[in-house]
């Protein structure tokens, strides 16, 4: 099943040569976005299992948007920038970022990046299911010592 990117880059043409990367290896691109609001409405809209998301946009920037998508949906992120500078890396740091490419994006470094985001987006979302079920058990567990707790007092 082919994964399901959406692409989210204020230059059309920059938008187009990801498409066609993408496209090329066998990847689906859902939706296609120039700005930040235009991201977390198509990320509601799509879910897609990932997004790319350029950093520096019209209205909303990359980094507040991928911080609504991871918070809202939980969707990973793949940020693509200009800019490599320390600060910009550093606001970076978000649970649903999966990786940091500086433009110019080559074919050769675009791939591997989706390739193991994706890969860390599955590993992620699996410890999350896990320790839920963990919780879960955990509570159960405790309702059942409580019982036993009273049962015992009687």
Known sequence: ???????VEDEPIIRLDLKMMLRINGYE???EAGDGDRAIELAFKLKPDLVLMDIEMPKINGLKASEVIGRQLDIPVLLITAYSQKEFVEKSKQ???????????????????????????KRTQTLKH??????????????????????DGK
């Open 29 to 31: 691109v859902v939706g």
């Open 1 to 7: 099943m082919k994964k399901r990117i959406l692409i």
């Open 130 to 151: 896990s320790l839920q079920l963990t919780h879960e058990k955990i509570q159960k567990r405790k309702m059942i010592e409580r019982a036993k707790g009273q049962l």
């Open 95 to 121: 649970d649903n970022i999966m990786g940091y490419l500086v433009k110019p994006v080559s074919e050769a470094s675009l791939i591997p990046a989706v390739m193991i985001a994706l890969q860390q987006a």
